[in-house]
């Protein structure tokens, strides 16, 4: 029998490109990090470069290839058109689709309502940014030009202000940036999600933008919250300012603050009118948790609630029951949905390529660099420009010294080609000004023609040495910019829409009838962990549960309704309510309260009291040895702050707080093993939270104050020995014999 031969391949078969990854037909062995460098890390670079995140003149690509396309087809001056019309002509730039394109343009668009400074005047559905339901119109029903403001975005972009690229195919070419006029980075809300970072940037008013860019310029260390107070959204509402908050995200570029809803009361009607939300929030979402809180029981003073959202604007109406007191309602609200909801900023921008997150102050000094280079390369261009003309008028004052002979040196010229050699040698000019004397057209060869346009040169010399004149002087290139944004704020104004209320005006959260009051005892661990537990649990295990290495730090009574003040090791006192906190058991670790509080990274709890009515005094002792007394009620607010910046001195860390409501005796112990008895009396109050406070061990240089406790809880024998009379004081070495057993356990900790 044959044997069959084995099939053979093709010849004509197709062999695969050894250069080209991803063409071959066996699996490849790669390293995982040579993958990431030729496949994850291109990728990610063009979503951070190319899309995500916005650059110095505050446009995405596809923000950019957009308007440049509606400027090239004469929409800043002539009228609307199709929407459907712009969006194909910008595929020519934008290769990503007509739907990512007219998404851009919606966001972008007056009628959406997403910009303070809208840039795309439109006509039609365009939705809205507070509705999620409100969709828009397909694009063949809407129609769209540039608004005015677009004016300042495009100046001068004709002369060479800024660079231009290949598209993507290479078939003509785009802006890489938009020579803004004004700190458009600042004045349009932008948020980007990019391959392992984001950018979220608040919006601000254009005038306050441009008035605190006008500051900066003039001195670069003006306050810059004078002119520029807060963000500002389209959508209005009230921003809850905290200084020490809004400072820290105008330094450093994050950071978060709270927004409200803005609403009214008809008595007439018992109905809350809300008519402003966050920027973050929509009307449906608002809606649903309204919805949720209803059907779960905690909102059993509304009625009714319905969208009477209309051409004039947003409003949701909420119908309350007889008795019903609206501003508890709103203040259960606004802690329960998203009627009161937060921004958070990350002022990630690129910068020449670079994604960096800068503070206000470091993003309107690129920008003003930015534009002083765009300024300057205007000013080189028009330079060019009169220097070219001024070279050519110079060569026709010199034909008119002798018309006649320029006319008899054309005429007598034979060959067409000979005409402008024949000039030059003729009149001694250069080949450029020979071709424009050449090309002046007969009727204009005339003395009178000539003589006008001559009398431009001393003009020209004058415009030229200004311009040389300003491009050495940095001062007059500032003032160029200071005009313009100058000019900009009063052509175009813009009042505020986002009111601001101060955190301290805000009244405190009136629902302590609704919390259940009985007494519990808290525990406090060194690292943090608090528990709070009822006497009837307490007395079932007493016995606490630590993390191996932590162990007690404080323990007291207290009540469900209680406040707590957190001092922390950054100078900074969280309040927080123990009705916040769950009932636990004696077997379980806690709450980790630096994660409950949302405290800084690594910052730590220092100690935990309850302050109950403020009345009493603390003091703060400090490793240094120093001790400030202050007021309780130095620490108490009026309103629902969460965290108190500079609450204590930062001259030496804090050691120990002890509350105070009388005068008592006190025993303080070093590190080196020293130790004093001393009574409270000798400390006098100080009214200044940020006190160093007074000495009360003198401390060796290696040496630091360790506690400080009331006497009866120290156990200490022969008192005689280490009482003081005056401050500060060294104190006796701590005997052995002299050692209570709880300060056996003090010195153990």
């Not at 008595?267 to 402003?276: G, L, Q, R, S, T």
């Not at 009136?510 to 519990?520: I, L, N, W």
């Not at 016995?543 to 406040?563: H, I, L, T």
């Not at 009360?696 to 120290?714: D, G, I, N, Q, S």
Request: aromatic share 8%; net charge neutral.
């Amino acid at each position: 029998m044959a044997r069959k031969k084995p099939a053979q391949e093709p010849e004509n078969r197709k062999k695969t490109n050894e250069n080209v990854m991803g063409l071959r037909a066996e699996v490849l062995e790669q390293p995982i990090t040579e993958t990431l460098e030729t496949n994850y890390m291109p990728y990610a670079m063009s979503v951070i470069v190319s899309r995500a995140i916005p650059e110095i003149d505050g446009f995405k690509p596809s923000h950019r290839k957009l308007l440049y396309t509606m400027y090239k087809m004469g929409l800043l001056t002539g009228s609307r058109t199709k929407s459907a019309n712009i969006v194909g002509q910008t595929m020519r730039l934008n290769p990503h689709g007509d739907a990512a394109i007219y998404e851009t343009m919606v966001r972008l668009a007056k009628g959406c309502e997403a910009l303070n400074t809208p840039f795309v005047d439109s006509k039609g559905n365009f939705g809205k940014v507070y509705s999620r339901d409100m969709s828009y119109a397909a694009s063949r029903y809407t129609e769209a030009k540039l608004s005015a403001i677009c004016s300042e975005v495009f100046r001068d972009i004709d002369k060479d202000t800024v660079d231009f690229v290949d598209n993507y195919d290479g078939s003509m070419k785009e802006p890489a940036l938009l020579p803004t006029a004004f700190p458009n980075v600042l004045v349009s809300a932008n948020t980007g999600i990019a391959v392992g970072m984001a950018s979220q940037i608040c919006g601000f008013n254009l005038a306050e933008v441009c008035e605190t860019a006008i500051s900066c310029i003039r001195d670069p260390d003006c306050d810059i919250m004078a002119t520029l107070p807060a963000p500002d959204f389209p959508t209005g509402g009230e921003i809850i300012m905290e200084p020490g908050v809004m400072e820290e995200i105008y330094r450093t570029g994050r950071g978060s603050f709270k927004v409200r809803s803005r609403w009214r009361y008809d008595a007439k009607e018992n109905v809350i009118e809300i008519y402003e939300i966050p920027y973050t929030a929509t009307a449906e979402a608002v809606m649903d948790k309204v919805a949720e809180l209803v059907k779960a029981g905690k909102a059993k003073e509304i009625s009714d609630m319905r969208d009477e959202t209309d051409l004039g604007g947003l409003k949701l109406a909420i119908d309350l029951k007889r008795g019903a007191d609206p501003e508890k309602l709103m203040a259960k609200l606004f802690k329960s949905t998203p009627l009161m909801d937060s921004f958070a900023c990350n002022f990630n921008i690129l910068i020449a390529g670079t994604p960096r997150v800068m503070g206000v102050r470091e993003i309107l000094s690129e920008w003003t660099a930015w534009r002083l280079d765009c300024v300057k390369r205007r000013i080189y261009f028009d330079l060019g420009r009169k220097k070219e003309k001024l070279h050519l008028l110079l060569g026709l004052g010199k034909i008119l010294l002798d018309i006649d002979k320029a006319i008899a040196i054309i005429r007598n010229t034979e060959r067409e080609a000979d005409v402008v050699p024949n000039l030059m040698s003729g009149f001694g000019i250069d080949k450029v000004q020979a071709e424009f004397v050449a090309e002046i057209k007969l009727r204009n060869i005339n003395r009178e023609y000539i003589l006008k346009r001559t009398a431009e040169t001393e003009d020209l010399e004058r415009d030229i040495a200004e311009l040389e004149a300003t491009l050495q002087s940095r001062r007059k290139l500032q003032n160029i910019i200071i005009k313009e944004l100058e000019r900009i704020i009063k052509d175009y104004p813009s009042p505020r829409r986002t009111g601001i209320v101060y955190a301290d005006e805000l009244p405190e959260d009136a629902e302590e009838e609704q919390v259940e009051d009985y007494p519990v005892r808290v525990f406090v661990s060194r690292e943090g962990y608090l528990k709070k537990i009822t006497p009837q649990s307490l007395r079932m295990a007493s016995e606490q549960k630590y993390k191996e290495g932590d162990g007690p730090a404080a323990e007291f009574d207290s009540s469900n309704r209680a406040e707590l003040l957190v001092f922390t090791d950054r100078q900074q006192v969280y309040k927080t309510r123990l009705a916040d906190f769950e009932d636990t058991k004696a077997s379980v670790l806690g709450v980790y309260l630096p994660g409950k509080l949302g405290m800084d990274e690594g910052e730590r709890v220092v100690q935990v009291i309850d302050p109950g009515d403020y009345s009493g005094q603390l003091l703060l002792f400090f490793e240094n040895g120093k001790a400030a007394r202050l007021m309780l009620s130095a620490y108490e607010t009026k309103t629902n702050r969460k965290k108190l910046l500079n609450a204590y001195s930062d001259k030496s860390p804090l050691v120990c707080i002890v509350q105070l409501t009388e005068e008592l005796e006190l025993a303080a112990f070093s590190t080196e093993g020293r130790a004093i008895i001393f009574s409270t009396a000798l400390l006098a109050p100080k009214t200044s939270r940020s006190t160093q406070g007074v000495g009360v061990m003198t401390m060796k240089p290696k040496y630091k104050l360790r506690a400080a406790r009331p006497l009866h809880e120290t156990g200490i024998k022969n008192l005689s020995r280490y009482r003081v009379r005056s401050l500060p004081a060294a104190g006796a070495l701590l005997r052995e014999e002299d050692r209570g057993e709880k300060q056996l356990s003090l010195l153990e900790e």
